[in-house]
């Protein structure tokens, strides 16, 4: 059993079930990547396992416990954490009212201890505490958005393409903070990636969704090497 199972899962909108019968289990300290060609369902999975698209089918256990119908809060309160595409910070207020946000409902004193664990992860976010969230820029904002879901201390971190809208030098250091978070802070991550050669490259097991049907679930140096499926799937 891992940290995070997913057993037959089938995930849509409305009455269209986009990803198929998805199993895979996630363990502690992992980096558990996602590839797929474009449409295949990947940010459609991570939704459902979330809660935010529909289950049709299947469960989702978190630590043994089933979680498949609750909503988004509940399964943040319980260490799960989902980190969008475009992140979900609020324009109009400072970085800081954002983390202020982001903990709402820890005590003060440890949101103070956790604020200043994560500027120890995030120093550059220090000098950015008093900046408007819309004077920043995209990788900014992108580690501000991280930020936010690490100060609730969450167990696992579904992260939906957190380098797509970065240049490369960002994208970089986006890969190398994932790495820390499973190497120093020994997080489980769930990362779906359009760089599928770097996403596979730091992480340790993986699942490619072509279609909404998964086509191979195993270490992810072993989908490197395979030929086949990486080329015709990944382009790599
Ligand atoms: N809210 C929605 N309602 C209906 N259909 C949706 C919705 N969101 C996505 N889809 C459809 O679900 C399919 C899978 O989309 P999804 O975004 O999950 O794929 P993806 O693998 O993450 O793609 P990409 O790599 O391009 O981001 C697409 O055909 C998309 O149009």
Redesign the pocket.
Known sequence: MGLLDVEDLSV???K?E??NGVSFSAYKNEIFVIV????????????GLFGL?KVFRGRVLFNGNEVTSLPPHKKSLLGLAYLP?LGNTFENLSVYENLVLAAHDLPRDKFEERLSDILGIFPALRNLLRRKVKTLSGGERQMLALAMNLLRNPLVLMM??PT?ALSPKLAAQVFNQIQALRNEHGLTIIL?E?NALKALEIGDRALL?VS?QPKFYGASKELLENRELAKLYLGI
């Open positions: 849509g909108y409305g269209m986009i990803v797929g060609p474009n449409g295949s369902g990947k940010s459609t999975l991570l939704k698209a595409q939906d393409e797509a779906v359009q969704l909404g």
